[in-house]
């Protein structure tokens, strides 16, 4: 059983069109996803492809304008409202995006404190601290006086010094010194041998690939492919979605082939598939037909063409 399961999540925002009228515009759509314990499933896709919101939307921290339909389940139960407060920030930890997140008039220290603090949790704060390169006295400093790569790496320990089943990472090492994000990654991957479940959201393609077992790609609101991570290799023929191939070969060390046009905005009922006006291999029916997701090879895609 999955730790975490998304069924048919939507989510819409109400946007004004003509004068004071309102229409509500699709940013998620239809979203399946699930992910094990012990498991790291890395989320990629383009910017605005909805990863954030995915992100805010199981962790029950949407702004009030949206429109949410489908479910969320938590170890086979729905993640309501009283379990979110249970487990949000203890079983369920968060990285988030914005490094305001990080409380601006407490110290860094005193933040990164449980309440079951004890001679363990000092001893691997300390040693997290090492690994980070952050000296003793980060923990004396606000927010304020941290750069963003050492307001990353501590965001990144909240999250590993709390005993969570579920750490969502969303965009977790942007500023780190490579160095720090080797070890932001490893650490990560230490969590999930020890039975944690990972969701890591980065733009980060190879990062992605190196330690995920799972690899969801988004675009415009909808996960159109979930793949093995070793599917990401070669020139990319063993992915199932154009969108995914042609993620991976505008990578620099896999050609630099750039993806013509850009990532269309969405209103409810539109038709057919999303990537249609940028996809080499669209046929007739890309149009018109809603690709429903269909396993292939060990895979999940949303494609009609896919083989
Ligand atoms: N409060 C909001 N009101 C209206 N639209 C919003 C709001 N928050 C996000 N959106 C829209 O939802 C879409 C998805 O945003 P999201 O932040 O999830 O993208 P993302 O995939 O995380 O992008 P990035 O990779 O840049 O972080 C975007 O089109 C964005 O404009
Ligand atoms: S459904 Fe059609 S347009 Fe969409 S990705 Fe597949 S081939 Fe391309
Ligand atoms: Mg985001």
């Known amino acids: 059983m999955p730790l975490l399961e998304v069924n048919k999540l939507s ?3 109400m946007q004004y069109t003509k004068g004071s009228r309102q229409e509500p515009v699709n940013v998620i759509e239809e979203l399946d996803f699930a992910i094990h314990e012990g498991e790291i499933v890395a989320l990629v896709g383009a910017s605005g492809s909805g ?3 995915l992100a805010h939307a199981i962790m029950g921290i949407l702004p009030p304008n949206v429109v949410m339909s489908g479910s969320i389940s938590y170890g086979g139960a729905p993640l309501d409202e009283a379990r979110l407060r249970r487990y949000r920030g203890k079983e369920i930890a968060f990285v988030p995006q914005s490094v305001s ?4 008039l407490m110290r860094v220290g005193k933040q990164l404190r449980t309440r079951e603090d004890g001679l363990e949790q000092h001893i691997e704060r300390k040693s997290l601290f090492e690994r980070f390169h952050l000296g003793k006295h980060v923990e004396r400093l606000f927010p304020f006086q941290l750069s963003g790569g050492m307001a990353r790496k501590v965001l990144v320990s909240t999250a590993a010094l709390g005993r969570s089943r579920l750490i969502i990472a969303d965009e977790p090492t942007p500023g780190m010194h490579p160095g720090d994000v080797e ?3 490893k650490q990560f991957k230490q969590l999930a041998e020890g ?6 959201i980065t733009h980060d393609i190879e990062a992605a690939v190196r330690i995920a077992d799972k690899v969801a790609v988004f675009y415009a609101g909808m996960s159109v492919e979930l793949a093995p991570a070793s599917d990401f290799a070669g020139n990319g023929e063993r992915l199932r979605h154009p969108y995914s ?4 070969r505008a990578l620099p060390q896999n050609g630099f082939v750039p993806l013509p046009g850009s990532q269309p905005a969405r209103s409810l009922g539109q038709q057919g598939c999303h990537f249609v006006d940028r996809c080499p291999s669209a046929g007739e029916q890309c149009g018109t037909m809603r690709p429903e997701p269909r396993s292939i090879r060990g895979g999940i895609v949303r494609c009609i063409h896919a083989t």
């Open 11 to 13: 989510i819409s925002f």
């Open 51 to 53: 990863k954030s919101l």
């Open 101 to 104: 997140y990080l409380n601006p």
């Open 183 to 185: 070890e932001a990654l």
């Open 195 to 200: 039975g944690c479940a990972v969701l890591l």
């Open 245 to 248: 191939q042609a993620l991976w």
